[in-house]
């Protein structure tokens, strides 16, 4: 038997400069009977996300994690990550030049941390071939 049901859908698929596949669907289901559209979205997104590992400087357990990229390094301080910790680098932002114990970096890692975010500079974080591990935030 047909059905009474009328469908609209809209689909997007983007892949990004660094294989990010981000996908949405919109649909609109509206039935004979006189009740309204009822909206539905389903959207997913298998965004790449690097990895590094802390190296802290000589004689540290630990590197600072920021609110923010900052040249203050006294300040916007949110806590502490261990030295050898692998860690997941959610997106990398341009900041202040630090220096660390892998060199000079303008490249901060911004991090998942204690339920939010975070960013450590990219001079504190080995990375593969030593270049961004993620796409710019």
Not at 7 to 33: E, F, M, N, R, Y
Not at 37 to 63: D, E, K, L, M, R
Not at 72 to 80: A, N, S, V, W
Request: some cysteine; charged content about 15%; glycine content about 12%.
């Amino acid at each position: 038997m047909p059905s009474n049901e009328a469908k609209l859908g809209i689909g997007a698929a983007v892949v990004t400069a660094t294989g990010a596949v981000i996908a949405a669907v919109i649909g609109l289901h509206h039935s004979d009977d006189g009740r309204p559209p009822a909206p539905t979205t389903t959207s997913t997104s298998y965004a790449h996300i690097g990895t590094g590992v802390i190296h802290a400087p000589s004689g540290f357990a630990a590197v600072f994690v920021y609110a923010i990229p900052t040249d203050d390094l006294t300040m916007d301080r949110i806590g502490k990550i261990s030295d050898g910790l692998q860690i997941e680098i959610l997106c990398t932002a341009q900041g202040p030049d630090i220096k660390g114990p892998l060199g000079y970096s303008t490249v901060w890692d911004k991090i998942n941390y204690n339920g939010g975010a975070g960013y450590v500079p990219d001079g504190y974080v080995d990375t593969p071939n030593n270049a961004p591990a993620a796409p710019a935030c």
